[in-house]
């Protein structure tokens, strides 16, 4: 779907969230911060950086602990990988559930981008059975969906680090960028 009806979903999904952000009393921004919101950073929609991929699902699901921003410890489950080039380069990502039972795949990851133009945990990318898997058994991967996570924006919520087996060594330039503002 790389057309123009591709790039203006991107950016009604992109106008949405600030919406969102800016007037939803659920919004990760403090009201010091929406004072002055003018909107979420992002690159330019690039279909480059989108991808419709198998995923190649591993046999033996292992349970993968990782920390969050709050010192807890959360498990998932390594539920598959993608493998895919940017830029010429091969990468791969696992794709993690909470539970088996889950339809949802977590993709969180980090690039060459981390903590220079995008937030330095790194970003997640969430994928939905019913809106990211095609009739040919395949995943849609958007990286200009990435998004940053809510504890980016506000010290109140904990946040999952993102693993080293999904930090890449290219620059993902797609997506959100980093945060417009400090964090009270």
């Known amino acids: 779907m790389k057309t123009a009806e591709w790039e203006n979903l991107i950016q009604n999904e992109r106008e949405q969230k600030n919406l969102f952000f800016l007037y939803n009393y659920n919004s990760p921004i403090s009201d010091e911060n929406r004072e002055?919101?003018?909107g979420l950073d992002y690159y330019p929609p690039?279909?480059?950086l989108w991808f419709e991929l198998k995923l190649i699902e591993h046999k033996e699901k292992k349970k993968l602990k990782i920390n969050d921003t709050k010192g807890n410890v959360r498990e998932f489950l390594r539920w598959g990988e993608f493998r895919f080039k940017?830029?010429?380069?091969?990468c791969i990502l696992q794709a993690?559930?909470?539970h088996s039972e889950e339809e949802r795949l977590f993709v969180p990851f980090r690039d060459k981008t981390s903590g220079l133009e995008t937030?330095?945990?790194g970003r997640y990318i969430d994928l939905d059975k019913d809106e990211h898997y095609t009739d040919e058994g395949k995943w849609i991967l958007d990286f200009n969906k990435a998004y940053n996570p809510w504890c980016a924006y506000s010290e109140n919520f904990a946040c999952p680090y993102i693993d080293p087996e999904n930090w890449l060594e290219v620059p993902v330039r797609a997506g959100e960028k980093n945060v417009p503002f400090k964090k009270p």
């Open 96 to 98: 993690y559930k909470s």
């Open 86 to 90: 940017i830029m010429g380069k091969d």
């Open 119 to 121: 937030y330095g945990a």
């Open 36 to 38: 002055s919101f003018d």
């Open 46 to 48: 690039d279909p480059d």
